[in-house]
């Protein structure tokens, strides 16, 4: 197959599109075998069906010559369908639209969570887990308290790293990019009756001691060297207009406190970058919430055909990019699936969310257009009712990635790439418990992490795709092409006229040419 800059990659499910490619060239071709037919006198046929068919026509030797016509008639579309030219198929584009780029920019990741690959767990386990996780995550992140790693400064000027050394040594060990989160704040820098560390790890400094935080946050820096990116604070936790140490004017206003979270970010952007101008950072880690009932929200904002995004989180954006200090990168979090429940497309199609916010992100001023996009925390979505099933998540997982990679998002982190003892996480993980014997066993997923890593990753060219039917999704490079089953039974499908069997709910990668 020669390959030439975004060709169209062509990839069909052959089942009716037979039909279909007969009843478009069946005209085409019957002017055609008329004249081939009288010519060589294989076939002695009137004009008829290009003129008014004659009584005298439908003699035995009349129908026998056409039923010869249309057995070769069919045989001759039916071989130009099924082995088709290698550089184009007779395929519909589904109904889904991609945004424009020809080269991937998305390289994958996860962020740590409380039970993950810890040296107290069953060493052998522990040791294929840390296989895993290098061969198929570019970053790895962890929280600064909580979530795995224990308060790093418990009073002031008093510090613990033991837990969150722990959790870099083990980012260090596996080769990651690495990332740490400036979230949660120590129980003594938040307001009056919220000291608990951890009762209360959701609630946000107080305004009296963001600079303790951003001087905390600084120190953090200067201790992890070789960790270049710091995304700041979590989903703007202990910041809605009603929360402790909230301005008293905003308690009516019911929306995220978007100065308060701005003020936090400025101080720790000038903290480190005074000390680590290297140091990339990021905000503002806002969840994209949506509903599906746009009727029954109190702020809607765009409406796309999978559900209408929450105007507030949107505003977050906007005051932060006008009002930022600086930034490395926009950082956002959010699920496919609506906050309501509500589903107005299939599980697979609403992947189109993360292209849409994407897209809107785009269109803001103040470094909206150009700074890389990060997913802090990335979920691929599905119904109540959906089946509790690996290959299932696995499928949704690789499907909404692709849309993800399409978009041209820079990083998505998955949450919590430690599964239970089966691989359920959030849905899926990447490996098994490492709390028992034979645990760190690779999951469905892993696979499809590292397909990503090792052949869509950043710089990537991508080649267009032409799918014909809304059960497969498809991403194509020049060496290599991920194919996603959507469906719990098989799916035959071709591509480039090869064709490939799809057992259900299936991700594969095949080779290209």
């Not at 107005?344 to 001023?365: C, G, H, M, S």
């Not at 359920?424 to 014997?437: L, Q, R």
Request: one cysteine or more; hydrophobic letters at 40%; aromatic letters at 12%.
């Amino acid at each position: 197959m020669v390959f030439h800059p975004c060709p169209p990659f062509n990839v069909a499910v052959p089942l009716g599109g037979a039909m279909r490619a007969l009843y478009t060239n069946f005209r085409k071709f019957l002017r055609l075998l008329y004249g081939f037919a009288n010519r060589y006198t294989i076939l002695q046929l009137p004009l008829w069906p290009f003129s008014p068919p004659k009584a005298s026509m439908f003699s035995r030797r009349f129908v026998l010559n056409l039923a010869l016509l249309f057995l070769l008639l069919v045989l001759i579309v039916t071989s130009i369908y099924v082995v088709p030219p290698r550089q184009h198929l007779n395929t519909t584009l589904p109904t889904r639209h991609f945004s424009s780029t020809s080269i991937s920019h998305l390289q994958t990741g996860a962020t740590h969570e409380h039970y993950d690959a810890d040296p107290w767990n069953n060493p052998t386990a522990v040791v294929s887990a840390k296989q895993l996780m290098q061969t198929s995550l570019n970053y790895q992140n962890q929280q600064m308290m909580g979530w795995g790693a224990g308060d790093p400064e418990p009073s002031p000027g008093v510090y613990n790293w033991q837990s969150l050394d722990t959790r870099v040594q083990l980012m260090r060990d596996t080769n990651a990019n690495m990332v740490l989160t400036l979230c949660a704040a120590p129980g003594w820098m938040r307001p009056s009756g919220y000291q608990d560390d951890w009762k209360y790890i959701e609630i946000a400094p107080d305004p009296t001691h963001v600079q303790d935080f951003a001087n905390l946050a600084k120190a953090v820096a200067m201790r992890y060297p070789d960790v270049k990116y710091f995304q700041v604070w979590n989903e703007l936790k202990g910041m809605w207009s009603t929360s402790p140490g909230a301005t008293p004017a905003m308690s009516k206003l019911n929306r995220w406190d978007y100065a308060r979270y701005t003020t936090l970010y400025n101080a720790v952007y000038d903290a480190i970058k005074s000390v680590r101008p290297d140091a990339q950072i990021g905000g503002p880690y806002v969840v994209m919430d949506s509903d599906g009932n746009k009727s029954a929200m109190s702020n809607p904002g765009p409406s796309y055909s999978w559900g209408t995004l929450d105007q507030r989180p949107l505003d977050v954006i906007t005051y932060w990019l006008a009002h930022k200090h600086g930034a490395d990168f926009i950082t956002v979090d959010g699920s496919s699936s609506n906050t309501d429940g509500v589903w107005l497309t299939d599980e697979f199609a609403t992947a189109q969310k993360f292209v849409d916010v994407y897209n809107w992100i785009r269109t803001q001023p103040n470094g909206g257009a150009t700074l890389p996009l990060w997913w802090a925390e990335w979920y691929a979505g599905y119904p109540s009712n959906a089946p509790k099933d690996l290959q299932y998540y696995n499928a949704l997982m690789a499907s909404a990635e692709i849309y993800t990679l399409r978009s041209g998002a820079a990083v998505a982190l998955i949450w919590q790439p430690q599964g239970d003892r089966n691989g359920f996480s959030f849905p899926e993980g990447i490996w098994t418990d490492t709390g028992s014997v034979g645990g760190g066993q690779a999951t469905p997923y892993y696979a499809t992490a590292k397909a990503f890593k090792d052949y869509f990753g950043s710089g990537t060219q991508l080649y267009q795709t032409s799918i014909s039917g809304p059960n497969l999704t498809v991403l194509a490079s020049s060496t290599k092409v991920m194919l996603v089953n959507h469906l719990s039974i098989q799916q035959k499908v071709v591509v480039n006229a090869s064709t490939v069997i799809l057992n259900p709910y299936q991700v594969t990668v095949i080779n290209a040419q």
